[in-house]
């Protein structure tokens, strides 16, 4: 599976902005979806997954973001509201078992930077 993350930008803090993962290659509905990010000098870390209808959030973006996928266009998505600052990150999209573990995801997009201004 080839993914592709877009959407990322310069946002103010309380704004909006939509990620996007394209799939390309094997049956992108084989996988579960899952969102992770990388602050400048922090691991990366879990964001948030969704499977064939569940979904999970990490504590710190749970009420904000919303996760969803439309198989039908190959494509997993990531809206993220009411941003802060501490959301700036290089967000990227992976595909596999699914779970909140990067060791758990097989396929990875090349991700996409998010700057969140105070």
């Known amino acids: 599976v080839q993914l592709q993350a877009s959407g990322g930008g310069l946002v103010q803090a309380g704004g909006s902005l939509r990620l996007s993962c394209a799939a390309s290659?094997?049956?992108?509905?084989?996988?579960?979806m899952g969102w992770f990010r990388q602050a400048p000098g922090k691991e990366r870390e879990f964001v948030a997954s969704?499977?064939?209808?569940?979904?999970y959030y990490a504590n710190s973006v749970k009420g904000r973001f919303t996760i969803s996928r439309d198989n039908a266009k190959n494509t997993g998505y990531l809206q993220m509201n009411s941003l802060k600052p501490e959301d700036t990150a290089v967000y990227y999209c992976?595909?596999?078992?699914?779970?909140?573990?990067?060791?758990?995801?097989?396929?990875w997009g090349q991700g996409t930077k998010v700057t969140v201004s105070s």
């Open positions: 992976a595909a596999g078992r699914g779970s909140r573990s990067l060791v758990d995801y097989d396929y």
């Open positions: 290659g094997q049956t992108f509905t084989a996988y579960a």
């Open positions: 969704i499977s064939w209808s569940d979904t």
